[in-house]
């Protein structure tokens, strides 16, 4: 493969979505007005894409040497001139420096791929006031959501998707042609009302992982206040002990596992409760409430969240022995050993255990980062539905099984043991139980025959109390109808 093809894009020139009306628009004259970094990345692509691209600026001669060279850099109303499609690329702001083209413009497609600082910052989009300066143009809203560096690497390196918009056909026809042939993806959004929304995507902040993010800081908070006062304040109150070093390590790292294990915990239990839905309501279209159909939709970012804390916990956990705390507490136990003259301080029981769950945590953090990865949409998209759900529904389970595994086997005997209640509080990972435990517990009851397959009845159109028309034959040959309850 030559130089040249290695720049092109990956998706080269076939049609949109089996479009036969679309073909491929490569040689047209393509314009650009501005010569800012999105406007020489446009022009890079555009280029790179077969298209000729003459670029109108204020100051051809200082620009000049900004674009490639195959792009041909002149005045804005030269550029303007020679191309009927015309990218606006300079700030809303600026739109007004462009009134004296207004004759050179009627007629022209120009795409405007601006974007504001903030969220519905003016009550009109850009697009719509671009086409209110300009009304004998036709305005299509595209290429904002699409980066500059995306625009330079190709679609490889970045969203494939182009939205747009705009009230003419024919303008968005041309505009998701251009689109096409650049390597991207065109995506009608529908008439011009929708540039608002589009303008507003790119300045949202991980718009679906908030609620995620702000529930794993609660817990974090919730399980650091409680292990702060089991592991610090009531050392210092009972034995005016000052254990206040164990906060940066120790109480973390005692955290952070109590938050991966309810996040993974919380990812299946809106499966349990849609399930105990469908069952009592009988009806698989009975539509759920608000707060558990946006807990649905966000069980992948909880997952994540999960993988994530449990990932921090395991490099805790091996910095623990690094810690000079660590160092003087074991020179301190060899002391006293020392004049107490133990030989053999060798405990078979504390030592299995620790080999268990050391052993089985490995194991759970393994299948939490298959989990994780299979969640990516580029490792996602390669695997069938049946693979996927595999993976993220029983392997997942079975991953919430052995994490509460290691928590048992951390926790051993030590519920019944009196002096690890600090305050009348009981150890935190007997808290950290009650949700998994629950989930686990009616993951087995769903698995019992005779739930399963009344699940699966309504999961598949089956509803209680349904009526269903059937066909007898009569003693004389004849055919009568009549109708039964689906739940007989």
């Known amino acids: 493969m030559s130089g040249g093809d290695m720049a092109k894009p990956l998706l080269g020139h076939g049609s949109m979505d089996g479009d036969p009306s679309i073909t491929p628009a490569a040689g047209r004259t393509i314009g650009v007005l501005g010569s800012g970094d999105f406007a020489r990345s446009l022009a890079i692509r555009l280029v790179c894409s077969g298209f000729k691209v003459v670029v109108g600026s204020r100051n051809p001669k200082r620009k000049a040497g900004l674009f490639p060279s195959a792009a041909e850099v002149t005045f804005q109303a030269d550029a303007v001139k020679k191309a009927d499609v015309i990218f606006v690329a300079v700030f809303r702001e600026h739109y007004s420096t462009l009134c004296d083209l207004a004759d050179v413009l009627a007629g022209k497609i120009l795409v405007d791929v601006s974007n504001n600082t903030e969220i519905n910052h003016h009550k009109e989009s850009n697009a719509e006031y671009l086409a209110s300066l300009f009304p004998a143009c036709t305005v299509v809203k595209g290429f904002n959501v699409v980066s500059a560096w995306t625009l330079q690497s190709g679609a490889r390196d970045g969203n494939k998707q182009v939205l747009i918009c705009s009230n003419s056909q024919e303008a968005k026809r041309t505009v998701a042609e251009i689109a096409q042939v650049m390597g991207f993806t065109p995506v009608d959004m529908g008439c011009m009302s929708s540039a608002s929304e ?92 608000d707060w558990l159909d946006q807990w649905l939709q966000h069980r992948k970012q909880i997952g994540l969240l999960s993988f994530f804390c449990a990932a921090l916990h395991a490099v805790y956990s091996l910095c623990l022995p690094m810690r000079r705390s660590h160092r003087y507490q074991l020179i301190e136990m060899a002391v006293k050993q020392a004049m107490e003259k133990k030989m053999n301080i060798w405990v078979e029981e504390e030592v299995w255990r620790m080999e268990i769950y050391i052993s089985v945590g490995i194991i759970a953090l393994g299948l939490l980062s298959l989990l994780a990865i299979t969640s990516l949409p ?111």
């Open 378 to 488: 580029s490792i996602a998209n390669s695997l069938n539905w049946r693979e996927f759900s595999f993976i993220q529904s029983t392997l997942g389970f079975v991953a919430l099984v052995i994490s509460t595994l290691h928590t048992l086997t951390y926790g051993w005997s030590r519920a019944f043991d009196e002096n690890q209640y600090k305050f009348y509080l009981p150890p935190t990972y007997t808290l950290t139980l009650l949700v998994p435990c629950t989930v686990i517990l009616a993951k087995v009851i769903f698995s019992l025959p005779c739930i399963q397959q009344r699940l699966l009845r309504i999961r598949r159109g089956w509803e209680k109390g349904r009526y269903v028309k059937f066909v007898l034959p009569s003693a004389t040959g004849e055919y009568s109808s009549g109708e039964t309850s689906s739940n007989v």
């Open 198 to 289: 589009i303008e507003n995507i790119p300045l949202r902040l991980l718009p679906a992982w908030k609620i995620p993010i702000f529930l794993a800081l609660g817990l974090f908070l919730c399980f650091f206040t409680y292990n702060l006062i089991r592991q610090v304040i009531h050392p210092y109150i009972r034995e005016q002990k000052n254990k206040l070093y164990k906060i940066p390590i120790e109480v973390v790292n005692t955290t952070l596992p109590c938050v991966a294990y309810v996040m993974l915990s919380l990812v299946y239990l809106p499966g349990v409760l849609a399930a105990c839905s469908q069952l009592y309501y009988g009806t698989k279209y009975r539509r759920f409430p």
